[in-house]
C-alpha cells in the first residue's frame, strides 16, 4: 500500500484526489493547500486537511504536486531531499536546469519522478503506435475559451506542451528548425500561438494552441502514405481514412467536387487518462521500474521553454514571428 499525499487542490489537485481514491493499493492520507475553501473537495473526514505540505512529510511515500508552476521546483526539490517520490503537475519547472537538478537528485536518491503529461496515457494516444509508420506531416490544434485559471503561464506551457511532448515521442527525430508566431490578447503572455517544427527525418509538424477560442477542441491529424489518421483527444476515438479519390463533375451551370474514401474507426479501451497517469506513478514506486525518463522529459520541456522564451522576449501589442535553427545539442541547454 502506497500512502500518497497531494500538494495543491486547485483546479489539477482536485482532480488528482478524486482520481487517486479509484486506485487500489493506494490510500491517500492528506491534501495540502493554504486555501480552506479547496479543502471541500475532499470529503472523507479521514483525510488529513492542512495548509502546510511539510505537515504530511512524515506521513507518506509519496506526493502529486499540484501548485502554481512558480512553487513547483522549491516544493519538488524539498519532497525528494524528504525522500519522497513525486508526480509534478506540467511543466515541472520554467527553468531547464533545475528540471536537471530535481532529476539528478531523483537519481542520487532512487526516487520516482514523473511530469503530469496526461495526454500521454489517453486510450486513443496509446493506440498511435500500433499504426503509425512514416508519417511525413503532424497537425494538432488544441484551443479553448478563455479561463482566469491561466494568468500566469503562457498559452505555449499551459497548453501547447501536451502537444510537443506527444509530437517528439511520434517522430523520435532530432528537431532541424522552428517557426513560431504568437499574440497576445486577453493576458500579458502569449495567448494564442502556431508552431512549425522541422524535423532531421523530413517530418514536419504544425502545433496551433489557443485559450481565447470560442470552441474547444483537441485533435491530431497524422498524414502518412496511405492514409490520414484523425484523433480526437477529448473523446479517445480515431479514425483512418484510406484509398480516397477525387473527380470533378462539371455540368451547364455548377461545378461539383466529389471525394471518396474508406473510414475505419477503430476500437479503443476507453478509461480515464489521469486515473492511468497516477496508476503509472504508482506502480513505478511500488515496482521500482521506469522511475524517471530525464531525457525525453528533457527534451520537450528545453523545446517548450525555448519557444516560450522566444514568444516572451519578442512579444507586443503586435503579433510576433521568429525563425530559428537547431544545433545538435540544443534543446539539452537552456538556451541557444
Given at each position: 500500500m502506497t500512502k500518497l499525499g497531494?500538494?495543491?487542490?486547485?483546479?489539477?489537485?482536485?482532480?488528482h484526489a478524486n482520481?487517486?481514491?479509484?486506485?487500489?493499493?493506494?490510500?491517500?492520507?492528506?491534501?495540502?493547500?493554504?486555501?480552506?475553501?479547496?479543502?471541500?473537495?475532499?470529503?472523507?473526514?479521514?483525510?488529513?486537511?492542512?495548509?502546510?505540505?511539510k505537515d504530511l512529510l512524515d506521513k507518506v511515500d509519496a506526493f502529486i504536486i499540484a501548485v502554481p508552476t512558480d512553487m513547483h521546483y522549491t516544493v519538488a526539490k524539498d519532497c525528494l531531499l524528504n525522500n519522497k517520490h513525486i508526480l509534478v503537475e506540467k511543466p515541472i519547472t520554467k527553468n531547464i536546469e533545475q528540471a536537471k537538478e530535481l532529476f539528478d537528485i531523483a537519481q542520487a536518491k532512487n526516487l520516482a519522478i514523473q511530469i503530469g503529461h496526461v495526454e500521454r496515457f489517453n486510450g486513443a494516444v496509446q493506440e498511435l503506435n500500433k499504426i503509425i509508420h512514416q508519417p511525413y506531416l503532424i497537425e494538432c490544434h488544441r484551443i479553448g475559451p478563455f479561463t482566469q485559471r491561466v494568468q500566469k503561464d503562457s498559452v505555449i506551457l499551459d497548453?501547447?506542451?501536451?502537444?510537443?511532448?506527444?509530437?517528439?515521442?511520434?517522430?523520435?527525430s532530432n528537431v532541424k528548425s522552428v517557426s513560431v508566431v504568437g499574440n497576445k490578447l486577453k493576458t500579458d503572455l502569449c495567448d494564442i500561438a502556431t508552431v512549425i517544427l522541422s524535423?532531421?527525418?523530413?517530418?514536419?509538424?504544425?502545433?496551433?494552441?489557443?485559450?481565447?477560442?470560442?470552441?474547444?477542441?483537441?485533435?491530431?491529424?497524422?498524414?502518412?502514405?496511405?492514409?490520414?489518421?484523425?484523433?480526437?483527444?477529448?473523446?479517445q476515438d480515431i479514425s483512418i481514412y484510406r484509398n480516397s479519390s477525387n473527380s470533378v463533375k462539371v455540368g451547364n451551370n455548377q461545378l461539383n467536387y466529389k471525394q471518396e474514401e474508406t473510414i475505419e474507426r477503430l476500437f479503443i479501451y476507453k478509461d480515464n487518462p489521469l486515473k492511468l497517469e497516477i496508476e503509472h506513478f504508482i506502480n513505478s514506486v511500488q515496482n521500482q521500474?521506469?522511475?524517471?525518463?530525464?531525457?525525453?522529459?528533457?527534451?520537450?520541456?528545453?523545446?517548450t521553454l525555448k519557444i516560450d522564451q522566444l514568444l516572451k522576449e519578442n512579444l507586443n501589442d503586435c503579433c510576433y514571428s521568429g525563425h530559428w535553427e537547431f544545433t545538435s545539442s540544443c534543446l539539452q541547454k537552456s538556451s541557444c
Open positions: 497531494i500538494i495543491g487542490l486547485g483546479h489539477m489537485g482536485g482532480y482520481a487517486s481514491q479509484l486506485i487500489p493499493n493506494v490510500e491517500l492520507i492528506g491534501v495540502a493547500d493554504p486555501n480552506e475553501q479547496n479543502w471541500k473537495k475532499i470529503k472523507s473526514e479521514n483525510i488529513i486537511k492542512t495548509t502546510n505540505y497548453l501547447m506542451i501536451h502537444d510537443i511532448d506527444l509530437v517528439l515521442n511520434i517522430v523520435n524535423f532531421e527525418n523530413g517530418v514536419l509538424a504544425k502545433i496551433t494552441s489557443s485559450r481565447v477560442s470560442e470552441t474547444k477542441q483537441r485533435s491530431m491529424v497524422i498524414h502518412q502514405n496511405g492514409s490520414y489518421i484523425k484523433l480526437d483527444f477529448a473523446t521500474t521506469n522511475l524517471r525518463d530525464s531525457q525525453k522529459d528533457l527534451v520537450a520541456l528545453s523545446l
